[in-house]
């Protein structure tokens, strides 16, 4: 069919907006967790550090990943030291030349995870497998229902697309979370 590139096209880019917004709820809805530790204002190495370290301090958890905003990650990536070498690896190198490059680097061990749901100058590290969950409505996965009889939508040939899915994120420790960064401070 010469419409299958099409309609494969529309459910990717849709399910890829649909995760989006999940992903953004999730994100606004823990960071908004009341209990949820502040840590230092301003995003750099020590600061990620002392922010795993008082995840472990406040539950005995260790953190697992470090949620941050595209733009502060970038900003940990261009950092050289006095010999101009980048700390977490060049373009095509690991740290200091060595190793095969890392798409996806560690800080301080933890695995980092960009999102634009993450307000730019702050970064969330927490123990995520141990301190929340999200949870799904029984028997429920995403639903996606097509119309043609919203409003005029018939008249003038058009189709309405609802995608749904019923979440919940379950944070059970807040304090297995650390906000660092200016945005962590003012909120």
Do not use: C, H
């Amino acid at each position: 069919s010469t419409l299958f590139p099409y309609t494969t096209l529309f459910r990717s880019r849709s399910l890829y907006e649909f995760k989006k917004a999940v992903e953004n709820y999730l994100v606004t809805t823990l960071a908004g967790t009341s209990g949820v530790q502040v840590g230092q204002s301003s995003i750099s190495f020590d600061n990620l550090l002392k922010a795993k370290q008082a995840v472990r301090t406040a539950t005995g958890y260790a953190a697992d990943a470090i949620l941050i905003n595209p733009a502060d990650l970038e900003a940990l990536l261009l950092t050289k030291d006095s010999n101009l070498q980048y700390l977490l690896g060049g373009p095509a190198y690991g740290s200091y030349g060595n190793g095969a490059y890392a798409a996806n680097p560690r800080i301080w061990g933890l695995p980092v995870v960009e999102s634009d749901a993450v307000a730019e100058g702050q970064a969330i590290v927490g123990a995520f497998k141990a301190g929340s969950s999200v949870v799904a409505k029984a028997g429920e996965g995403l639903r996606v229902e097509v119309s043609n009889s919203d409003g005029d939508d018939f008249t003038y040939n058009r189709v309405t697309v609802r995608m749904e899915e019923r979440l919940l994120l379950a944070t059970r420790v807040p304090s297995a979370f650390v906000k660092v960064g200016t945005a962590a401070s003012s909120s």
